[in-house]
T-cell receptor, first 111, second 113 residues
Framework: RKEVEQDPGPFNVPEGATVAFNCTYS??????FFWYRQDCRKEPKLLMS???SGNEDGRFTAQLNRASQYISLLIRDSKLSDSATYLC????????????FGSGTRLSIRP | DVKVTQSSRYLVKRTGEKVFLECVQD?????MFWYRQDPGLGLRLIYF???????EKGDIPEGYSVSREKKERFSLILESASTNQTSMYLC????????????FGDGTRLSIL
């Protein structure tokens, strides 16, 4: 089983729709979680950190479910400019910290 | 805003050449990382550094080395470039070892002919 798994997609949704995707992680010792967005042929950019209580930034909501070991990203009222690949990042802490990137979920918003 | 600058956006080199990729960050971050990204494989960690003159191997260090002589600069070296090292190379820096997010440079698209 991969340490961090994402559905690769693509998710193809109409503009204005709500879309959500999950990221599962295998190590219960994982402590820090982030969502990044990556446009085609560009570098990943931080979208938001994921806090235990869940957090929201405008149209974006991130949730953490420790019991089931997954994080989620919800995008409301999707825009054409939301089309990108969304990467989840998980940090494990044991003898040394280890930062693990998911392979990404591709999202395409159609007019 | 954190600025991570990679020396080249696009680079073409020949098999067997020694290749240097440079990365500079302006936020006094102690932690710096080199990744490569290939279609279907995601981001893979090559080397990282938690302090000046300190380096640790990541998941795929073979064929690479690094240098961190100054805090702001982290260099990736391909000792003898091979075609399977054609890839997108991404440098990142962060305040700590994982509690804080990483900030990435624009990436270097390297082609080895």
């Amino acid at each position: 089983r991969k340490e961090v798994e994402q559905d690769p997609g693509p998710f193809n949704v109409p503009e204005g729709a709500t879309v959500a995707f999950n990221c599962t992680y295998s190590n219960s010792a994982s402590q820090s979680f982030f969502w990044y967005r990556q446009d085609c042929r560009k570098e990943p950019k931080l979208l938001m950190s994921v806090y235990s209580s869940g957090n929201e930034d405008g149209r974006f909501t991130a949730q953490l479910n420790r019991a089931s070991q997954y994080i989620s990203l919800l995008i409301r009222d999707s825009k054409l400019s939301d089309s990108a690949t969304y990467l989840c990042v998980v940090t494990e802490y044991s003898s040394a910290s280890k930062i693990i990137f998911g392979s990404g979920t591709r999202l395409s918003i159609r007019p | 805003d954190v600025k991570v600058t990679q020396s080249s956006r696009y680079l073409v080199k020949r098999t067997g050449e020694k290749v240097f990729l440079e990365c500079v960050q302006d936020m006094d971050h102690e932690n710096m990382f080199w990744y490569r990204q290939d279609p279907g494989l995601g981001l893979r960690l090559i080397y990282f550094s938690y302090d000046v003159k300190m380096k640790e191997k990541g998941d795929i260090p073979e064929g690479y080395s690094v240098s961190r002589e100054k805090k702001e600069r982290f260099s990736l070296i391909l000792e003898s470039a091979s075609t399977n090292q054609t890839s997108m190379y991404l440098c990142a820096s962060s305040w700590d070892r994982g509690n804080q997010p990483q900030h990435f440079g624009d990436g270097t698209r390297l082609s080895i002919l």
